[in-house]
């Protein structure tokens, strides 16, 4: 009796939990993601579909109502208007883009890649969102792809699981991501490989970057001395490296609209001291302070993707090198020009035609500075 009086009570147990558990599982809300990768030399171009209903209650895209989109718990779903969709999409295509983009990662050797403004969202024809993004990837090495859409803290799905198919750099194939898995890598990384790329792009970084040119050319400008260069020079390397590294690494950050008006006023504040203050005891503080403004500037090009290691470190440095070997370049072939046209201009008439042109040039320098200022400043356009 007490063996029937158990097997009794454990079957009823059961199934209390099968009732109680069945109508949980079949209110789990899953979706599906679609991750197309196409690799160009440094480009990759990412097509990422995604379910318009979940979306659009994650973003409450207009013409999608709370009671519209996802199921409800009777497993029915209120249906919108195709017409209605492509309107909200077309409304909300730049904060569409930003979450897709924002959500999907992309990397080489641990170098985040940059994602480029160009960006196209439309509805296809499986009634699915389609976000067309473009991505510069200029590092080498294993190629790894993140993806956060949708994930469990979003609160509008349970589970998430996103195809990957790929094709880059030679590497073809597809891979299953989930919840517990959001990335894949393809590829390897060669640590030695991509020292002279990473110190190319930090070269070319520096020297088609007009403000940070501008800004050293200011910089010489104020000097009269090699050692006044000299230590000009060792305050912003040190300053820049300082602030490279950390940011890139994700341990401090500033807004884009903060640092970039902060970088053109910086070009202008200097050539404006040379004016004013043409031997300030203040100049090397204030080069280390803008210095530290200008290496959140070339962060912005050389982002870590994953945890720290001794590749990633070698690539930061190698970067770094890059912008460094470009310094000294602009500093060897501008400076040594100054002081010979200084010392030719020894007659008091060629003396006053350098004077003029040597405030002439600030004034364009600075006036430069206060146009991109102005330009970049959110609270002046």
């Given at each position: 009796?007490?063996?029937?009086?158990?097997?009794?009570?454990?079957?009823?147990?059961?199934?209390?939990?099968l009732?109680?558990?069945?109508?949980?599982?079949?209110?789990?809300?899953?979706?599906?993601?679609?991750?197309d990768?196409?690799?160009?030399?440094?480009?990759?171009?990412?097509?990422?579909?995604?379910?318009?209903?979940?979306?659009?209650?994650?973003?409450?895209l207009?013409g999608?109502?709370?009671?519209?989109?996802?199921?409800?718990?009777?497993?029915?779903?209120?249906?919108?208007?195709?017409?209605?969709?492509?309107k909200?999409?077309?409304?909300?295509?730049?904060?569409?883009?930003?979450y897709?983009?924002?959500?999907?990662?992309?990397?080489?050797?641990?170098?985040?890649?940059?994602?480029q403004?160009?960006?196209?969202?439309e509805?296809?024809?499986?009634?699915?969102?389609?976000?067309s993004?473009?991505?510069d990837?200029?590092a080498?090495?294993?190629?790894?792809?993140?993806?956060?859409?949708?994930?469990?803290?979003d609160?509008?799905?349970d589970?998430?699981?996103?195809?990957?198919?790929?094709?880059?750099?030679?590497?073809?194939?597809a891979a299953?991501?989930?919840h517990?898995?959001?990335?894949?890598?393809?590829?390897?990384?060669?640590?030695?490989?991509?020292?002279?790329?990473?110190?190319?792009?930090?070269?070319?970084?520096?020297?088609?970057?007009l403000?940070?040119?501008?800004?050293?050319?200011a910089?010489?400008?104020?000097?009269?001395?090699?050692?006044?260069?000299?230590?000009?020079?060792?305050?912003?390397?040190?300053?820049?490296?300082?602030?490279?590294?950390?940011?890139?690494?994700?341990?401090?950050?500033?807004?884009?609209?903060?640092?970039?008006?902060?970088?053109?006023?910086?070009?202008?504040?200097?050539?404006?001291?040379?004016?004013?203050?043409?031997?300030?005891?203040?100049?090397?503080?204030?080069?280390?302070?803008?210095?530290l403004?200008?290496?959140?500037g070339?962060?912005?090009?050389?982002?870590?993707?994953?945890?720290?290691?001794?590749?990633?470190l070698?690539?930061?440095?190698?970067?770094n090198?890059?912008?460094?070997?470009?310094?000294?370049?602009?500093?060897a072939?501008?400076?040594?020009a100054?002081?010979?046209?200084?010392?030719?201009?020894?007659?008091?008439?060629?003396?006053?035609?350098?004077?003029?042109?040597?405030v002439?040039?600030?004034?364009?320098?600075?006036?430069?500075?206060?146009?991109?200022?102005?330009?970049?400043?959110?609270?002046?356009?």
């Amino acid at each position: 009796m007490r063996l029937k009086a158990f097997l009794t009570t454990l079957v009823a147990a059961v199934v209390t939990v099968l009732l109680c558990g069945a109508p949980a599982q079949a209110h789990v809300r899953t979706t599906s993601v679609a991750i197309d990768l196409r690799s160009h030399g440094d480009g990759v171009a990412a097509v990422v579909d995604v379910e318009y209903d979940v979306l659009g209650k994650l973003l409450s895209l207009d013409g999608l109502s709370s009671n519209t989109g996802l199921p409800s718990p009777d497993g029915t779903v209120a249906d919108v208007p195709t017409d209605a969709r492509r309107k909200a999409l077309d409304a909300h295509a730049t904060e569409v883009a930003a979450y897709v983009g924002g959500r999907v990662r992309l990397s080489r050797g641990a170098i985040g890649c940059t994602p480029q403004d160009d960006h196209r969202v439309e509805l296809t024809d499986a009634g699915a969102v389609r976000v067309s993004l473009t991505y510069d990837c200029p590092a080498s090495g294993a190629f790894t792809v993140r993806s956060d859409i949708f994930r469990a803290s979003d609160g509008v799905v349970d589970d998430t699981t996103t195809k990957v198919a790929y094709d880059v750099d030679g590497h073809r194939g597809a891979a299953l991501l989930d919840h517990a898995h959001t990335s894949v890598t393809v590829g390897h990384t060669d640590l030695l490989s991509e020292i002279p790329r990473l110190v190319r792009l930090g070269s070319e970084h520096l020297l088609f970057g007009l403000d940070h040119v501008l800004f050293l050319l200011a910089l010489l400008l104020g000097a009269n001395r090699l050692r006044d260069v000299v230590q000009v020079a060792s305050a912003f390397t040190l300053a820049h490296s300082v602030t490279l590294v950390l940011a890139a690494i994700g341990w401090i950050s500033a807004p884009t609209w903060i640092v970039e008006p902060l970088i053109a006023l910086s070009i202008a504040f200097v050539a404006i001291d040379n004016l004013l203050s043409p031997r300030a005891a203040h100049r090397l503080p204030v080069v280390f302070g803008f210095g530290l403004l200008h290496g959140l500037g070339f962060a912005g090009a050389l982002s870590v993707d994953g945890q720290v290691s001794v590749s990633t470190l070698i690539d930061l440095v190698s970067f770094n090198l890059g912008i460094e070997l470009a310094q000294l370049t602009i500093i060897a072939v501008a400076f040594p020009a100054l002081l010979f046209l200084r010392r030719a201009a020894t007659a008091p008439a060629a003396a006053r035609t350098l004077t003029l042109g040597t405030v002439a040039a600030t004034l364009a320098v600075a006036g430069s500075g206060l146009v991109w200022f102005v330009e970049r400043s959110p609270l002046l356009t």
